[in-house]
């Protein structure tokens, strides 16, 4: 009987008849902090009574105190194909990946059962263990970037457990201190050098294509290099998103990190080179061959560019090591406009969320330099310089 209480026990009168007062379960009922009706089977006899009649003190008082734990319960294997389905539905084909990679890292070192048992310590031993993973090069292990994007995409599944009612609260995420390197990005000169090096590519080639390999190479290497898009955003751009006589191409939310759509401003010179692979397939960049291929006539390019960068990391180097990545010539764009752009107008250009995320593209090497050269020097400093 209820009698006032936030919980109650009984048995269903359906059960008695059909079972006998004795086999009947009894069941506690109680109404939790969002007005919804539970119920919990205690078994039946005089033991299930016991039981029912613990848990229900148990949960009047914490309904009572405003103690009261709502957190539903579920196994890692089903919240993991439920947020793979429903959030992974709404990323990008590269986002989702990177989600599933993150998860069965997850999965594979820190083993978890129940969502509602995630801890901090649950985290760390994850990160833990984390650390002793190959990474991509021989003798090499996981990189802290690594390591913190799969924490950046854990801490997101774990918010999202608590707004489903899993968990109840979300755990700390200590994330692991990242080596603070300058970013590499292309210099000016090894850019002119794989600007003229760009007809030792062979591919993009074939029917319908009106251009050369090389044109399309430098004019995939110069819009690169002039607005610091993403390789894919790039490769992404449609025909119908180009308006060369505006000079502007918008890049769309489900092909940048953005999550947005932005009409971007072209210069003169990118617009001049776009001239010269007009075609009429569905991307500015057709490119029909797989992504490996794409990497593979960049090396090509930069090879016959006589490109060969030092590699200080203590691994097994491969030929890779000693060339760069797409995403250099992002690094390029950012470094080479920081000193002449404003915050906002660099944020906007590069897409990122917040300014901080910018800044870790932006190389202040050069504006450290000026900085020095600044710096006062005393009477008996310069004349010594002067008179040696």
């Known amino acids: 009987m209820k009698t006032g209480r936030k919980s109650w026990i009984g048995q269903r009168k359906g059960d008695v008849a059909t079972l006998g007062a004795n086999a009947a379960p009894w069941i506690v009922f109680w109404n939790d902090t969002n007005g919804k009706r539970k119920e919990q089977n205690c078994g039946s006899g005089e033991a299930g009574r016991k039981l029912a009649k613990k848990k229900s003190d148990k949960l009047h008082a914490q309904l009572l105190t405003g103690t009261y734990d709502q957190t539903k319960a579920a196994d890692w294997k089903t919240f993991r194909t439920e947020y793979e389905t429903h959030v992974g539905a709404r990323l990008s084909p590269r986002s989702k990946e990177s989600i599933v990679k993150s998860l069965s890292h997850f999965e594979r070192h820190a083993k978890p059962g129940k969502v509602a048992s995630f801890t901090t310590k649950t985290i760390d031993a994850f990160v833990s263990a984390r650390r002793d993973d190959d990474g991509r090069k021989g003798g090499d292990k996981v990189s802290p970037a690594t390591i913190n994007q799969d924490l950046r995409n854990l801490k997101a599944m774990l918010r999202k457990a608590k707004k489903w009612g899993y968990l109840k609260d979300v755990p700390d995420v200590e994330f692991v201190r990242e080596p603070g390197k300058l970013p590499r990005f292309v210099a000016q000169e090894h850019f002119a050098a794989m600007y003229g090096a760009a007809d030792a590519a062979k591919f993009p080639t074939g029917a319908g294509l009106p251009f050369t390999a090389g044109d399309w190479w430098r004019a995939l290497l110069v819009f690169a290099y002039m607005t610091g898009w993403r390789i894919r955003e790039c490769l ?121 995320t910018t800044q870790r593209y932006v190389n ?25």
């Not at 930069?302 to 010539?329: R, S």
């Not at 450290?368 to 040696?388: I, N």
């Open 236 to 356: 992404a751009l449609r025909r119908t998103d180009l308006d060369l006589d505006a000079g502007r191409a918008i890049t769309r939310a489900a092909d940048n990190k953005g999550n947005r759509d932005d009409s971007v401003k072209l210069a003169p010179v990118v617009v001049e080179h776009l001239q010269k692979i007009k075609s009429f397939q569905t991307f500015v960049f057709p490119w029909l061959k797989n992504e490996r291929a794409l990497w593979s006539e960049y090396a090509t390019i930069q090879t016959a560019a006589g490109i060969h960068l030092a590699c200080d990391a203590d691994h097994e180097h491969t030929p890779a090591c000693h060339l760069y990545g797409f995403h250099d010539l992002r690094r390029a764009f950012a470094t080479m406009n920081a000193p002449n752009l404003t915050a906002d107008a660099l944020q906007k250009l590069m897409r990122h969320k917040s300014y901080a």
């Open 364 to 388: 202040m090497a050069s504006q450290v330099d000026k900085a020095v050269d600044a710096l006062f020097v005393p009477e008996v400093l310069r004349t010594k310089a002067v008179g040696g």
